[in-house]
C-alpha cells in the first residue's frame, strides 16, 4: 500500500514549510521603508519623530544596537544576542567592548580612542567584529535604527549637516540635540553649483547600513608595506574626470573609494592593524580623535566613525619594543580577546566549527565525551607552565568549567578564577583550527562513521608530534597533557555512564541493596541483632557493608553516625506518608549504591569480554547496557562497545 505523500508530509517537507514560514516573516519585519525628498520636508516629515536618534554619533549608534540585541540574564547580568550562537567562553571580553562603547557613547573621552582587540590566532575576535558588522546591518532596517543621508553623499553624511553653524544655536533649542560635523567638499560643491545654496532643496533619502553596498561599514587589510597606498584609506585623484571637470581640487575629481569614506557613520574594521606603515595609523588615530582626515587639495574632511582594529600577540609585542610607538598606544583602549579556559565553551566552538563543515563530516557519530575531552587537552595547553602538580591542574580546570569540586567552597572557586588566574593564560597554547584538523584528520583516517574519545585523542597526538612548528619539549608537555585528559578526565566520564546504564540493567538488585543497607542501619542504630535469612542465625549489623557503601560518598568515620540518622528519619517519614522509600528517596545513598552495585558486578563485565561464550542472562544484561547507552547517553552501537571494552580494560588493571 502506497502513502499518499500529500495527506502525509514528511519531516523533511514540514522542514521546508517551517523555513518559508521564518524567510516570509523576516523579511515582513526587515521590509525596507524607504524614503526620500528634500531637506526641507525632511525637517518637516521625519526630524520631529526623534531629532535625538537622528543625531546619534557612530558610537551611540553602536551602543543602541547592542542595547537593542540585548537582554538581561537570570542573573542580572547584560548579554547580547548577537554573540550567543557564535562566541563562547569570551563573556569579559565582550563585556569589555560593550563598555566601550557605553562610555564612548556618553561622551567620554573613551570615545576618542581606537578600539583594538588583542589575542591569539582564532581566539574569535574577527567573529566578534563580524557579528558587530551584521547587527549594524540589520539594525539599519528598524525603525529605531533609521538612518538618513544626503542623496549622492560619498560618505552618506547626516542632512543634519547643511544646517548652518548660525542656526545651529536655535536648532538645539527647537529640537533638544547638538549637531556635530561639517558638510562634505562633494556637497558643499554640489549645493552651491546645482542648488545655488538653498540647502532647504538639497535632497535626501533614508539609507542602510551594508558592508557589501559599502555603506556605513569598511574594511581594510593590509598587503605589502612597500607597495601600501594611503590612497587605499583616502581615495585620489580620479584622471578619467579630471578632464571631464578641468580641475584636479574638483571634488567631482576625487575618487571617494577609500576605506574611511565607507565606513562614514559606521564602523571601519581595521585587519592587523599594526602590520601597516605607521603614517596609516596617525591618519586612523587623528580621525579617531579629530573626527577630520586631510587630504591634499581640500580642507579637513569631517567622518564620524568608530574604528575597531584587532592584531595578534606577535605583533603587538613586537610593536611593544619601538619606544616611538608610546604615543599610538596611548590613543588605543586595548581588550584582550583571550581563548576560552572553560572547556564546556571550548567544546561549543568545536561543535559550531562542526555543523558549518562539510556534509561527510557532520554526518560522522562522535562519542558523548569526544568534544569535552578534546576542549580539556586545549585548556590544558593554555594554562601557564609552573610546578603545579597534575591534582592542581585538574582542580583548576573543573572550577574554570563551574564544577563543584570536593573540598573547594564558592569563595575558593571565585579567587582560583579571579585571582589565581595568570596574565597569560589563555594567550597561548593550542587553538580550536588545530583541534578541528586533528578531528577532521581522524574522520578521514578512520573506516567508521563514528569515533570515541580515544581516536580523537590519539589523533591530537599525532597532530602534536608531526607539526613542525611546536618545540620538543612543548611536544612532549602536551603529549602529557593528553594523558592526563584520559587519565583523570575521560575515564571518569566514561565509567559514570557504564556505571549508570548498567545500575539500571540491575535496578531490583539496587533497590535490594538499598533494603539491606536500610535494615543493617536500623540494627545497629537500635543495637539489636539481625536474623540471617538463609541461616536463621542471629548477628551483629553488618558494619563493614555499611562503611563499604558510605565511603562511596565520602562520609567519614565521625560522620557516619549523623548520616546514618538522618537515612532513617528520612524512610520514617516516607513511611508515615504511605510512600516507599526506594532509590529516588535519598540522592546521596542513592549514589552509594550505584557505585557499590557498580563495584559488585564488575565481574560481569569481565566476563563478557573475556569468555567466549558467555552466559545467556550475562549477555542480555550487557547488550541491554549497551541500548541504553544508544538510547540515552549519545553513543551509537560502535561506541558503546568501545565504551564497554574499555570500561572492562580499566577494571582488569584496578
Given at each position: 500500500?502506497t502513502t499518499?505523500?500529500?495527506?502525509?508530509?514528511?519531516?523533511?517537507?514540514?522542514?521546508r514549510t517551517?523555513?518559508l514560514d521564518?524567510?516570509?516573516?523576516f523579511?515582513?519585519e526587515?521590509?525596507?521603508g524607504?524614503w526620500?525628498g528634500?531637506f526641507?520636508?525632511?525637517?518637516?516629515?521625519v526630524?520631529?519623530?526623534a531629532?535625538?536618534?537622528?543625531?546619534r554619533?557612530?558610537?551611540?549608534?553602536?551602543w543602541?544596537?547592542?542595547?537593542?540585541?540585548?537582554?538581561?540574564d537570570?542573573?542580572?547580568h547584560?548579554r547580547?544576542?548577537?554573540?550567543?550562537?557564535?562566541?563562547?567562553?569570551?563573556?569579559?571580553?565582550i563585556d569589555r567592548v560593550?563598555?566601550?562603547?557605553?562610555a564612548a557613547a556618553?561622551?567620554?573621552?573613551?570615545?576618542?580612542?581606537l578600539?583594538?582587540l588583542?589575542?591569539?590566532p582564532?581566539?574569535?575576535k574577527?567573529?566578534?567584529?563580524i557579528?558587530?558588522?551584521?547587527?549594524?546591518?540589520e539594525?539599519?532596517?528598524?525603525g529605531d535604527?533609521?538612518?538618513?543621508?544626503?542623496?549622492?553623499?560619498?560618505v552618506h553624511?547626516?542632512?543634519?549637516?547643511?544646517?548652518p553653524?548660525?542656526?545651529?544655536?536655535g536648532f538645539?533649542?527647537?529640537?533638544g540635540?547638538?549637531?556635530?560635523?561639517?558638510a562634505?567638499p562633494h556637497?558643499?560643491?554640489?549645493l552651491?553649483?546645482?542648488y545655488?545654496?538653498d540647502f532647504?532643496?538639497?535632497?535626501?533619502?533614508?539609507?542602510?547600513?551594508?558592508?557589501?553596498g559599502?555603506s556605513?561599514?569598511?574594511t581594510y587589510?593590509?598587503?605589502?608595506p612597500?607597495?601600501?597606498?594611503?590612497?587605499?584609506?583616502v581615495g585620489?585623484?580620479d584622471l578619467?574626470k579630471?578632464a571631464?571637470f578641468g580641475?584636479?581640487?574638483?571634488?567631482?575629481?576625487?575618487s571617494?573609494?577609500g576605506?574611511v569614506?565607507?565606513?562614514?557613520?559606521?564602523?571601519?574594521e581595521?585587519?592587523?592593524?599594526l602590520k601597516v606603515k605607521?603614517?596609516?595609523l596617525?591618519?586612523?588615530?587623528?580621525?579617531?580623535?579629530?573626527?577630520?582626515?586631510?587630504?591634499?587639495?581640500?580642507?579637513?574632511?569631517?567622518?564620524?566613525e568608530?574604528?575597531l582594529?584587532?592584531?595578534?600577540?606577535?605583533?603587538?609585542?613586537?610593536?611593544?619594543?619601538?619606544?616611538?610607538?608610546?604615543?599610538?598606544?596611548?590613543?588605543?583602549?586595548?581588550?584582550q580577546?583571550p581563548?576560552?579556559?572553560?572547556?564546556?565553551?571550548?567544546?561549543?566552538?568545536?561543535?559550531?566549527?562542526?555543523l558549518?563543515a562539510?556534509p561527510?563530516?557532520?554526518?560522522?557519530?562522535?562519542?558523548?565525551?569526544?568534544?569535552?575531552?578534546?576542549?580539556?587537552f586545549?585548556?590544558?595547553?593554555?594554562m601557564?607552565?609552573?610546578?603545579?602538580k597534575?591534582a592542581e591542574?585538574?582542580?583548576?580546570?573543573?572550577?574554570?568549567?563551574n564544577?563543584?569540586?570536593?573540598?573547594v567552597?564558592?569563595?575558593?572557586a571565585?579567587?582560583?578564577?579571579?585571582?589565581?588566574?595568570t596574565?597569560d593564560e589563555?594567550l597561548?597554547?593550542?587553538?580550536?583550527?588545530?583541534v578541528i584538523?586533528?578531528l577532521?584528520?581522524a574522520?578521514i583516517?578512520?573506516?567508521?562513521k563514528?569515533l570515541s574519545?580515544?581516536?580523537v585523542?590519539?589523533?591530537?597526538?599525532?597532530?602534536?608530534?608531526n607539526?613542525?612548528?611546536i618545540e620538543?619539549?612543548?611536544?612532549r608537555?602536551?603529549?602529557?597533557?593528553?594523558v592526563?585528559?584520559?587519565k583523570?578526565?575521560?575515564n571518569?566520564?566514561?565509567?559514570?555512564?557504564?556505571h549508570?546504564?548498567?545500575?539500571?540493567?540491575?535496578?531490583q538488585?539496587?533497590?535490594?541493596l538499598?533494603?539491606k543497607y536500610l535494615?543493617e542501619?536500623?540494627?545497629?542504630l537500635d543495637?539489636r541483632q539481625?536474623?540471617d535469612?538463609?541461616?536463621?542465625?542471629?548477628?551483629r549489623p553488618?558494619?563493614?557493608f555499611?562503611?563499604?557503601v558510605?565511603?562511596?560518598?565520602?562520609?567519614s568515620?565521625?560522620?557516619?553516625?549523623?548520616?546514618?540518622?538522618e537515612?532513617?528519619?528520612?524512610a520514617m517519614g516516607?513511611?508515615k506518608r504511605?510512600?516507599?522509600?526506594g532509590?529516588?528517596?535519598?540522592?546521596?545513598?542513592?549514589?552509594?549504591?550505584?557505585?557499590?552495585?557498580?563495584?559488585?558486578?564488575?565481574?560481569?563485565?569481565?566476563?563478557?569480554s573475556?569468555?567466549k561464550?558467555?552466559d545467556?542472562?550475562v549477555?542480555?544484561?550487557?547488550?541491554?547496557?549497551?541500548?541504553?547507552l544508544?538510547?540515552?547517553?549519545g553513543y551509537?552501537g560502535?561506541?558503546a562497545?568501545?565504551?564497554?571494552?574499555?570500561v572492562?580494560?580499566?577494571?582488569a588493571?584496578?
Amino acid at each position: 500500500m502506497t502513502t499518499n505523500r500529500d495527506e502525509h508530509p514528511t519531516d523533511d517537507d514540514e522542514r521546508r514549510t517551517q523555513f518559508l514560514d521564518r524567510l516570509v516573516a523576516f523579511t515582513q519585519e526587515h521590509r525596507v521603508g524607504h524614503w526620500s525628498g528634500s531637506f526641507a520636508q525632511f525637517i518637516e516629515q521625519v526630524l520631529p519623530e526623534a531629532p535625538g536618534r537622528l543625531a546619534r554619533s557612530s558610537h551611540q549608534y553602536i551602543w543602541d544596537m547592542i542595547r537593542w540585541s540585548g537582554y538581561e540574564d537570570q542573573d542580572g547580568h547584560f548579554r547580547c544576542r548577537l554573540f550567543a550562537d557564535e562566541l563562547f567562553g569570551v563573556e569579559d571580553a565582550i563585556d569589555r567592548v560593550a563598555a566601550y562603547f557605553k562610555a564612548a557613547a556618553a561622551g567620554s573621552e573613551v570615545g576618542r580612542r581606537l578600539l583594538l582587540l588583542l589575542g591569539p590566532p582564532s581566539g574569535g575576535k574577527s567573529t566578534l567584529v563580524i557579528l558587530l558588522k551584521r547587527g549594524l546591518e540589520e539594525y539599519s532596517y528598524t525603525g529605531d535604527g533609521a538612518l538618513y543621508g544626503i542623496d549622492g553623499c560619498p560618505v552618506h553624511e547626516s542632512p543634519l549637516h547643511l544646517v548652518p553653524h548660525t542656526m545651529r544655536a536655535g536648532f538645539r533649542d527647537t529640537y533638544g540635540v547638538d549637531i556635530a560635523g561639517e558638510a562634505c567638499p562633494h556637497c558643499r560643491a554640489r549645493l552651491e553649483q546645482q542648488y545655488n545654496g538653498d540647502f532647504l532643496q538639497m535632497p535626501v533619502e533614508r539609507i542602510y547600513i551594508s558592508e557589501a553596498g559599502r555603506s556605513g561599514i569598511g574594511t581594510y587589510a593590509p598587503h605589502d608595506p612597500t607597495t601600501a597606498d594611503l590612497a587605499d584609506l583616502v581615495g585620489s585623484v580620479d584622471l578619467s574626470k579630471v578632464a571631464e571637470f578641468g580641475d584636479e581640487g574638483d571634488p567631482r575629481a576625487w575618487s571617494w573609494s577609500g576605506a574611511v569614506y565607507a565606513a562614514s557613520r559606521g564602523m571601519l574594521e581595521m585587519i592587523e592593524i599594526l602590520k601597516v606603515k605607521r603614517e596609516f595609523l596617525y591618519l586612523l588615530l587623528t580621525l579617531t580623535q579629530e573626527k577630520n582626515v586631510k587630504v591634499s587639495r581640500f580642507p579637513l574632511i569631517f567622518l564620524d566613525e568608530t574604528i575597531l582594529a584587532h592584531t595578534n600577540l606577535a605583533e603587538f609585542r613586537k610593536f611593544l619594543q619601538e619606544s616611538e610607538n608610546e604615543a599610538l598606544l596611548d590613543r588605543m583602549v586595548i581588550v584582550q580577546v583571550p581563548y576560552t579556559l572553560n572547556y564546556r565553551e571550548e567544546a561549543r566552538i568545536y561543535h559550531k566549527l562542526i555543523l558549518s563543515a562539510a556534509p561527510a563530516f557532520r554526518e560522522v557519530h562522535l562519542d558523548p565525551h569526544v568534544l569535552h575531552a578534546a576542549a580539556v587537552f586545549a585548556i590544558l595547553s593554555r594554562m601557564q607552565e609552573g610546578d603545579e602538580k597534575d591534582a592542581e591542574l585538574v582542580k583548576k580546570i573543573r572550577i574554570y568549567a563551574n564544577e563543584e569540586v570536593d573540598g573547594v567552597n564558592q569563595a575558593e572557586a571565585r579567587r582560583v578564577k579571579d585571582k589565581e588566574r595568570t596574565p597569560d593564560e589563555g594567550l597561548s597554547g593550542v587553538s580550536p583550527r588545530f583541534v578541528i584538523n586533528a578531528l577532521s584528520n581522524a574522520i578521514i583516517a578512520s573506516n567508521q562513521k563514528s569515533l570515541s574519545t580515544m581516536d580523537v585523542l590519539l589523533a591530537l597526538k599525532d597532530g602534536i608530534e608531526n607539526d613542525a612548528r611546536i618545540e620538543a619539549k612543548k611536544k612532549r608537555k602536551w603529549v602529557d597533557y593528553l594523558v592526563l585528559t584520559r587519565k583523570d578526565f575521560y575515564n571518569r566520564w566514561v565509567k559514570q555512564d557504564v556505571h549508570k546504564a548498567l545500575f539500571v540493567s540491575f535496578e531490583q538488585e539496587a533497590q535490594d541493596l538499598l533494603n539491606k543497607y536500610l535494615d543493617e542501619v536500623e540494627a545497629m542504630l537500635d543495637n539489636r541483632q539481625i536474623k540471617d535469612p538463609i541461616t536463621s542465625e542471629e548477628r551483629r549489623p553488618d558494619e563493614r557493608f555499611l562503611r563499604a557503601v558510605e565511603e562511596k560518598i565520602h562520609i567519614s568515620d565521625s560522620g557516619k553516625q549523623s548520616f546514618r540518622q538522618e537515612v532513617v528519619r528520612k524512610a520514617m517519614g516516607a513511611y508515615k506518608r504511605g510512600e516507599k522509600f526506594g532509590l529516588g528517596s535519598h540522592m546521596q545513598l542513592n549514589d552509594a549504591v550505584q557505585q557499590y552495585l557498580f563495584e559488585q558486578r564488575r565481574d560481569v563485565l569481565r566476563l563478557v569480554s573475556s569468555a567466549k561464550r558467555p552466559d545467556e542472562e550475562v549477555r542480555a544484561k550487557v547488550s541491554a547496557v549497551e541500548q541504553r547507552l544508544v538510547d540515552e547517553y549519545g553513543y551509537d552501537g560502535h561506541s558503546a562497545r568501545e565504551a564497554l571494552n574499555y570500561v572492562t580494560t580499566l577494571l582488569a588493571q584496578e
